[in-house]
């Protein structure tokens, strides 16, 4: 075997071993929720599953919005922009058109780590680029394998999953915002903890 054949089997192998180190989603830890007005009609509950172990600074952040300890976070906010068959995004509590928000440590924080992969029900950090994570989110409603290693997936929808479909099919306008409202009426911590192993 020449040295160029055996340069390749250890990028297949390299190759092979990254793609099995990557997985969809963690141990849940934690548990948030939303709870989610669409036009006129009645809330209805999201509760999403955080990956502390993994990911404690991303899931800090988003569990301190959720609560609104610092003032401003996600309780009034929208989502603001929604993609039947991908994804509907929300987090920008300061402008509501996907140009604003922030996070508790400043305007913007680092990609953490890229430990998961996206998959249908995940919830992952929206960002301008490397390096520029800061309030917004999205849920995926499909596979999006062309977003993993550049959004930190940070948890999963556990329950409330319909309640994600419906606002997947809400009419939308220009740059995907939806023509109805749907609105983040409330949001905060479970108090919930895993069982011990």
């Keep these: 075997m020449n040295f160029r054949a055996l340069l390749l089997l250890g990028v297949v192998a390299l190759s092979t071993v990254e793609a099995a180190a990557k997985k969809p989603g963690g141990k849940v830890t934690s548990k948030v929720f939303f709870d989610i007005k669409i036009g006129d009609s009645e809330p209805e509950r999201v509760v999403i599953g955080l990956f502390e172990k993994e990911l404690p600074k991303t899931t800090k952040n988003f569990i301190e919005l959720a609560t609104g300890e610092h003032g401003f976070g996600y309780k009034g906010s929208t989502m603001h922009r929604i993609i039947p068959n991908f994804m509907i995004q929300g987090g920008d509590f300061t402008n509501g058109d996907g140009t604003g928000g922030k996070s508790i440590?400043?305007?913007?924080?680092?990609d953490e780590a890229f430990p998961f992969t996206h998959f249908p029900g995940c919830l992952s950090m929206a960002n301008a680029g490397e390096d520029t994570n800061g309030s917004q989110f999205f849920i995926t409603t499909a596979p999006t394998p062309h977003l993993d290693?550049?959004?930190?997936?940070f948890g999963k929808i556990i329950k409330g999953m319909d309640v994600v479909r419906k606002m997947e099919k809400v009419k939308t306008g220009p740059s995907d915002k939806p023509v109805d409202p749907v609105k983040v009426v409330d949001s905060g911590k479970l108090d919930w903890k895993p069982k011990a192993e």
């Excluded at 440590?105 to 680092?110: D, I, R, V």
């Excluded at 290693?149 to 997936?153: A, N």
Aim: aromatic share 18%; glycine share 18%; hydrophobic share 35%.
């Design 149 to 153: 290693g550049k959004h930190v997936v």
């Design 105 to 110: 440590y400043g305007a913007k924080f680092e």
